[in-house]
């Protein structure tokens, strides 16, 4: 079963608009963490946000936040006022501290973001 | 401000020759791994190592071995180049614990193969 999954392989939104992307996941552990990365044309990966777990309040980082619902096991990417800058692959990914997982990644297949003007 | 650095860029292979990628991070990182990038399927862990010293296989480690020898350096090779493993390569380092600093993985440029 995978772990993480994207279901939105693109997306476009208009420049200015706010935009959500999906990410679910599938874990047993209690501890863990959720990343957003992004990567644009030029192929490096960037960080953009993190969730822990415990993590009561979700994450914000600048134009970005993490919607974290726990119970549902998901968390959905929300980028407010988009920029053309934002047109990139996003991947989702999630850390898992138990047994021998020896706090890897996991990633989901990603999505394509389009911003147009 | 280096952060994680690879090397080379960019190579060709043929088919059965060898090389090793090198990746260094100067953040003092315990953790560092070694991930590879297909197209339609995100990246994928190949090995990673807790400490100077150790590693161990990750999803995909066959065709590639794996070293530690410096806490800084991690050197992924392969002994026999395959067309199956023309890829993008990625190096990530992190530390490890809780809360959002020791978590991050930060990632090199990353190396493209191209095994013919």
């Known amino acids: 079963a995978q772990k993480i999954t994207q279901t939105q392989p693109g997306m476009f939104v208009q420049e200015k608009e706010a935009v959500t992307l999906d990410c679910t996941y599938d874990?047993?552990?209690?501890?863990?963490?959720l990343f957003w990365y992004k990567q644009p044309s030029s192929g490096e990966m960037i960080f953009l946000i993190y969730?822990?777990?415990?993590?009561?309040q979700n994450a914000t980082e600048g134009r970005y936040s993490l919607n974290f619902q726990k119970a549902r096991k998901s968390a959905n990417l929300v980028i407010s006022a988009s920029q053309l800058g934002d047109s990139a692959m996003y991947f989702c990914?999630?850390?898992?501290?138990?047994?021998?997982?020896?706090?890897?990644?996991?990633f989901g297949q990603g999505t394509i973001l389009t911003v147009h003007p | 401000n280096a952060g994680v650095t690879q090397t080379p860029k960019f190579r060709v292979l043929k088919t059965g020759q060898s090389m090793t990628l090198l990746c260094a991070q100067d953040?003092?990182?315990?953790?560092m791994y070694w991930y590879r990038q297909d197209p339609g399927m995100g990246l994928r862990l190949i090995h990673y190592?807790?400490?100077?010293?150790?590693?161990a296989k990750g999803e995909v480690p066959d065709g590639y071995n794996v070293s530690r020898l410096k806490k800084q350096n991690f050197l992924l090779g392969l002994e026999s180049a395959a067309p199956s493993q023309t890829s993008v390569y990625f190096c990530?380092?992190?530390?490890?614990?809780?809360?959002?600093?020791?978590?991050?993985?930060?990632f090199g440029a990353g190396t493209r193969l191209s095994v013919l």
């Open positions: 990530a380092s992190s530390s490890y614990g809780s809360g959002r600093a020791k978590n991050i993985q930060y």
């Open positions: 874990t047993s552990d209690q501890s863990y963490g």
């Open positions: 969730q822990g777990s415990y993590d009561e």
């Open positions: 990914a999630m850390r898992e501290y138990g047994g021998t997982s020896y706090g890897k990644l996991t």
């Open positions: 953040m003092n990182h315990e953790y």
């Open positions: 190592s807790v400490g100077e010293g150790t590693t």
